[in-house]
């Protein structure tokens, strides 16, 4: 069973820093890896969709890789700036069911001015 | 603008009561999902369906139910069987036959026990 794992669960920074996320899978194949934001009491957006077979995807400050041979993923946020201030959730999907998402419990980030 | 409305925003259940959470959308996304959010806790998968007049269980489906009977709406219906219903529940559609696309989300329904 595909388990997703972020690391860490809080994190606190002062603006201008970059902040970088961690997500971990323990089942290679995946079809793909999405990064979504979710601010307090809202429903998630989506920031960066990854497939399988691309190592990366960037917009704007947000670049995030992927390496599925170690099943891991990174989501770098460049110059952060209190607006970046959320919780962000890594999600998989499989190769045989595409449309179903395997949820990380997410990191809580608070980005202080 | 196309998107995904939840309503209502906050819903109280007593106890043996079923209730209902609405899920509509106008993106013409074929599939649909419901998602269960607890506190530091990722979303669960409750029900999907990938087509109208058909849905299958998730990952945690026992005490809850569904219906497809149009494109646009996937309600979820938690029944008195689900002992444990506070929490965030996330309703998402996703353009079936588009892989590289991300799934869209409603602002969710927060349900709490009176």
């Known amino acids: 069973k595909q388990e997703v794992t972020q690391i860490p669960a809080a994190l606190s920074v002062p603006e201008g820093e970059n902040l970088v996320l961690n997500c971990s899978f323990t089942?290679?194949?995946?079809?793909?890896l999405q990064w979504f934001r979710q601010d307090p009491g809202k429903g998630l957006t989506s920031l960066l969709l990854?497939?399988?077979?691309?190592r990366e995807q960037t917009s704007g400050r947000l670049n995030a890789s992927l390496d599925k041979s170690s099943g891991r993923s990174t989501l770098y946020i460049a110059a952060s700036q209190p607006g970046d201030s959320a919780t962000y959730l890594c999600?998989?999907?499989?190769?045989?069911?595409?449309?179903?998402?395997?949820f990380g419990a997410g990191t809580q980030v608070v980005v202080t001015p | 603008d196309g998107g995904i409305t939840q309503s209502p925003k906050y819903l109280f259940r007593k106890e043996g009561q079923n209730v209902t959470l609405s899920c509509e959308q106008n993106?013409?996304?074929?599939?649909m999902y419901w998602y269960r959010q607890d506190p530091g806790q990722g979303l669960r998968l409750i029900y999907y369906?990938?087509?109208?007049?058909?849905?299958q269980k998730g990952d945690i489906a026992e005490g809850y139910s569904v219906s497809r009977e149009k494109k646009e709406s996937f309600p979820l219906t938690v029944t008195s069987a689900q002992k444990n219903p506070t929490a965030f529940y996330l309703c998402?559609?996703?353009?079936?036959?588009?892989?590289?696309?991300?799934?869209?989300f409603g602002d969710g329904t927060r349900l709490s026990i009176l």
């Open positions: 999600a998989v999907s499989r190769t045989d069911s595409w449309g179903k998402l395997q």
């Open positions: 089942d290679s194949a995946i079809y793909n």
């Open positions: 990854i497939q399988s077979s691309q």
């Open positions: 993106l013409n996304h074929d599939a």
């Open positions: 369906s990938q087509i109208v007049n058909d849905f």
């Open positions: 998402a559609s996703f353009p079936q036959g588009l892989s590289n696309q991300p799934q869209h």
